[in-house]
């Protein structure tokens, strides 16, 4: 069953700051993420996705929530996913991207390790993929 978002007020509200952070979860991450992928340049979205994302974790009072190399290689992702495919709204490409909606064991567990993920590195800084790395 499809849970449907409104995109665009989603975005206004993770951007001015009037978003309960309670209510961002990671679909809704994905969303704003999808969102501005589609309308900025690459670098624009990062630097807007990074910043809203800092604002909610500091407003929840949860900034060790927040982490440089999930946040780079999830936009990325969705990046590539928007380039590869012709999506015109979030829902068709939630559903034909299934695999970034599990944070758990989805898209990032087959580039990075799980430690490298938890590590404090990795909060802090962006880290390349380690999978299959020795």
């Known amino acids: 069953m499809s849970r449907g978002i409104d995109v665009p007020a989603l975005v206004v509200s993770f951007e001015d700051t009037s978003l309960d952070p309670s209510c961002f979860g990671h679909r809704e991450h994905i969303a704003v993420a999808w969102w501005l992928v589609r309308e900025l340049e690459l670098l624009d979205a990062l630097c807007r996705f990074r910043s809203g994302i800092l604002r909610l ?13 999930v946040t780079w290689a999830y936009l990325l992702l969705i990046r590539e996913r928007v380039a590869r495919g012709s999506w015109s709204d979030f829902e068709t490409f939630a559903e034909n ?4 909606f599990d944070h758990r064991s989805g898209a990032l567990s087959r580039y990075y390790r799980p430690e490298t993920l938890r590590s404090e590195l990795a909060r802090r ?3 390349l993929p380690d999978a299959g790395l020795a």
């Not at 991207?97 to 970034?100: F, G, S």
Request: hydrophobic content about 30%.
């Open 97 to 100: 991207n299934p695999d970034l």
């Open 57 to 69: 974790v500091h407003k929840a009072g949860a900034p060790d929530k927040y982490s440089e190399t």
């Open 125 to 127: 800084e962006f880290v």
